[in-house]
């Protein structure tokens, strides 16, 4: 092997909150689901990064992290302007919040972290969005989303099924979902445009429901919950569902001659062919194994060899306009909107309280 394939990169936190480490213990009896799964937790299951910094505004939660992953006071920062000066690090993660978002992530890109990690959604604005493609291209940073679905290995196997043409070609996919549209539904629009080899979207149509005191004019002021159609360039319709279907995400291949379904957010898969007498087929096996690990392998691979990320900054910009594009037809009584967006001034710009972090015994609060 060359020298560079067997580096290990020096990866640093901005923003210590739940996904960096502690919905650790949230998800670990969660059906399907396989650890490590946050940013922290993954890092230090990457045989090829070393956790070595952390940055966030508050003390309380650098303490915590640095306890529970042994990253010295002198490699804590309040500031993630002057960790990256200082540290140099290799790979970051940015999970804040999605209004705070852009400016790490381009500060990051133009002061020499090659390979950055960004929770979703990727911005509060498709403004803010550009500016984001803008300095991760033109400094060659390697770059993901955190809409870990494009990484698991179930979705893997259903593209190969699909690619390899036994159930005819792709026709319909359906996702049922629980959540607001930027912190849940972001995860879900990735994932139907990787199903479908991230093809263009030609138009969307959607509502939102109880969604009255959600946007202000221009302003998103509350997370909305939303659903509707997505139209692809290529025939293929997919249809966003706020079913109620259980508090999991289910999701449904539809092709010429049979269907794959993923249930209870990969508690099990299934595979129906229609010519079946039963109809019933074993869905192909694969190797489960953590997606935010992948995720993070996919930048080290990109860190390695120069190749394209799965989910580069690109692909992150065009499920990040379809959750504005949902928006923007809601906004015109549910009447279609064409992409690519054209003068989309939308932008959240939600008020949060940050919470106390907890004592000892407490439960940690859902905030980043």
Same mark, same amino acid.
């Given at each position: ?7 290990? +990169? ?38 090829? /990064? ?26 804590? +920062? ?38 950055? +990690? ?65 912190? /849940? ?10 199903? %479908? ?41 997919? +249809? ?24 209870? %957010? ?53 499920? /990040? ?10 906004? %015109? ?36």
């Amino acid at each position: 092997l060359k020298e560079s394939t067997m580096k290990t +990169y020096r990866a640093a936190l901005i923003g210590c909150g739940i996904m960096a480490g502690p919905i650790e213990d949230e998800v670990r009896n969660i059906p399907g689901m396989v650890l490590p799964y946050s940013h922290a937790h993954s890092f230090q299951g990457c045989d090829r /990064t070393e956790l070595v910094a952390l940055a966030s505004r508050q003390v309380a939660s650098l303490d915590w992290f640095g306890e529970n992953f042994h990253i010295e006071k002198r490699h804590q +920062y309040t500031d993630y302007r002057e960790m990256i000066l200082k540290e140099k690090p290799d790979i970051v993660t940015v999970g804040t919040q999605p209004e705070e978002r852009a400016e790490r992530v381009i500060f990051a890109a133009e002061h020499g972290v090659k390979a950055i +990690y960004a929770e979703k959604a990727m911005s509060a604005s498709m403004q803010e969005a550009d500016a984001m493609v803008k300095a991760v291209e033109q400094n060659g940073v390697a770059f993901n989303l955190g809409t870990q679905r494009r990484w698991d290995p179930g979705f893997d196997k259903m593209k190969e099924v699909i690619a390899s043409g036994e159930l005819g070609s792709l026709k319909t996919l359906i996702t049922h979902y629980n959540g607001t549209l930027a912190n /849940t539904g972001s995860h879900y629009f990735d994932l139907l445009m990787h199903l %479908n080899n991230d093809n263009p979207v030609s138009w969307v149509q959607a509502h939102l429901p109880d969604s009255e005191d959600a946007i202000e004019g221009n302003i998103i002021v509350k997370d909305p919950p939303g659903h509707g159609i997505i139209q692809f360039s290529n025939g293929v319709t997919a +249809y966003v569902i706020l079913s109620g279907k259980g508090n999991a995400s289910e999701h449904e291949i539809i092709c010429e001659r049979g269907t794959m379904t993923q249930v209870s %957010n990969g508690a099990s898969w299934e595979l129906r062919v229609f010519d079946n007498e039963d109809g019933s087929h074993q869905f192909p096996y694969f190797e489960p194994a953590s997606s935010t690990v992948k995720l993070i392998e996919d930048l080290v691979q990109s860190l390695d060899n120069g190749t394209t990320t799965r989910g580069n900054v690109r692909v992150a910009r065009a499920s /990040t306009e379809l959750l504005f594009a949902f928006i923007e037809s809601h906004r %015109n009584n549910g009447a279609r909107v064409k992409l690519p967006l054209k003068d989309c001034n939308l932008k959240f710009q939600i008020q949060r309280t940050p919470k106390p972090f907890p004592r000892d015994g407490e439960i940690w609060p859902m905030a980043r």
